[in-house]
């Protein structure tokens, strides 16, 4: 049997470049070279100011280089996002001592090189992880101005599209700027021009829309139309072009620790790991809730006395809110907060129905309430109002971070698969506060609660602490 290649197919690999470098990677790089030499140079300082030695001055900044090139901390699928960038420069800050032997056995006989190597990683690696938080930061502004982006072609059907562009645009600063849409479904193109994105076409376009519209990366959506060779003539268009091909998975809000390829006869298989309950795997985050909270209970004891005397002479009633919620696996408990409503708030419910903002899910939320204080106002605006559930975080009914406390008539209208909240405790703060809180649509709100139990871990837990002050400040969604 004769096989016929054409001289175009011949000629793919020759005329495949190695990727368009996108455009804030040569720079970024760049600084992050001169930041990691800099930074083992005052390194090596703090070591002699220490014990007095030079050799580590000499030895310690290509040391540290050469550590941080052998794991990849320059690798361009590691910057920018993700936690992976600083877990290679820790991975880099523990090889140094090994490195720092081979150094001491090769040139020095120094005994105590080895000794001072090892000391010396901790002020590098601190300084190493600065530089990239830092630089990272300014890259998600520029993201967040829409400059130095990807410009990014999103393939596939209508639907899958406008999940994806909602996250994009929810996430703040994303590399991946969405520049245009490829259907697979052309008749549902006017969902998508909804969106303020042009459609161009079908797979058979990408080609020049590639070329006319400088797209960095494509984006590819799982549909029934495309079977692996329609999905292999996409990723061969791609390289092609230069540009980075990316298939979204079926199932979506799934952590990359959760994930792992499992090669079976040559077969990449994806493996999703089960999310973990365990109470051993909860301890570090009871420890931390409990013990964060009492000492935020100690700090601010006496501002919350000063609000509480502020609710009870702004009007009538009891300083505190007490109203029953529901925590893990179904159990009730009384939450606290500082009462920002009139004593007969539930009573006017009914009269301002009409008014609810999430008429599309299971929360009441109605802007300009007329039921609430002038102080319970700014207390709202500010989260104040919520300080005293650190008093239920120290008894252990919640969390510090987790999904937002349900009503037990809102936990009876849940479908089953909603009732996956309920496996962990309810946070003071959580995902659906730092994404926007009221602001967010009922399904939104349910999917992030969702993700954040599948996906739970203690850096997501501090990270989400992290961006609490932030989302306060704004006061999105806080009313």
Not at 319 to 335: C, E, K, N, P, S
Request: net charge positive; with cysteine; glycine share 8%.
């Amino acid at each position: 049997m004769t096989i016929e290649v054409t001289h175009e197919q011949l000629d793919v690999e020759q005329r495949t470049p190695r990727g368009r470098r996108r455009p804030w990677e040569k720079k970024y790089r760049i600084v992050l070279l001169v930041a990691d030499g800099l930074a083992a140079v005052v390194a090596a300082l703090v070591i002699h100011a220490v014990y007095g030695r030079w050799a580590v001055a000499l030895v310690l900044p290509p040391v540290w280089l050469a550590a941080m090139v052998a794991h990849r901390s320059y690798d361009r699928r590691a910057l920018g996002l993700g936690t992976e960038e600083y877990r290679r420069v820790l991975r880099g800050a523990v090889a140094l001592p090994a490195l720092a032997a081979v150094a001491h056995w090769t040139f020095t006989h120094d005994p105590g090189l080895f000794h001072d190597m090892t000391m010396a990683a901790v002020p590098a690696a601190a300084l190493a992880l600065l530089v990239r938080y830092t630089l990272r930061r300014r890259l998600h502004r520029r993201w967040a101005r829409e400059r130095g982006g990807s410009a990014t072609l999103l393939v596939g059907p209508s639907r899958g599209v406008v999940e994806l562009v909602a996250v994009l645009r929810r996430g703040g600063a994303q590399e991946l700027q969405a520049a245009g849409v490829c259907l697979s479904d052309p008749q549902n193109a006017a969902e998508i021009r909804r969106l303020g994105l042009p459609v161009l076409g079908g797979v058979d376009t990408m080609d020049d829309v590639i070329r006319a519209l400088g797209i960095g990366t494509v984006v590819v959506l799982p549909a029934p139309e495309y079977d692996a060779s329609v999905l292999r003539r996409i990723s061969w268009t791609a390289a092609v072009q230069g540009v980075d091909f990316l298939l979204a998975p079926v199932l979506a809000d799934v952590s990359d620790a959760r994930l792992t390829v499992r090669p079976t006869n040559g077969v990449p298989l994806m493996r999703i790991q089960a999310p973990n309950f365990s109470r051993v795997s909860r301890l570090p985050k009871e420890l931390l809730d409990r013990s964060l909270a009492a000492l935020l209970l100690c700090l601010l004891a006496l501002p919350m006395l000063a609000i509480a005397l502020i609710v009870r002479l702004d009007s009538s009633g009891p300083a505190l809110f007490r109203q029953q919620r529901v925590g893990r696996f179904g159990d009730h408990f009384t939450m606290f907060k500082f009462r920002t409503m009139r004593p007969d708030s539930e009573a006017l419910r009914a009269e301002l129905e009409h008014l609810n903002e999430n008429s599309d899910g299971l929360l009441f939320k109605v802007k300009e309430d007329p039921r609430i204080t002038r102080v319970g106002s700014f207390l709202r605006r500010t989260s104040l109002d919520e300080l005293p559930q650190l008093l239920n975080v120290i008894g252990g009914h919640m969390s510090l971070v987790g999904p937002r406390p349900s009503l037990p008539e809102e936990v009876e209208e849940y479908p089953s698969e909603v009732k996956r909240r309920l496996l962990v405790k309810p946070g003071l703060t959580g995902l659906w506060q730092v994404s926007g809180r009221s602001d967010l649509p009922w399904e939104e709100a349910v999917r992030l609660d969702l993700g954040y139990v599948d996906n739970w871990s203690m850096g997501l837990d501090l990270s989400i602490l992290a961006r609490t002050g932030s989302a306060v400040v704004r006061g999105t969604g806080a009313y």
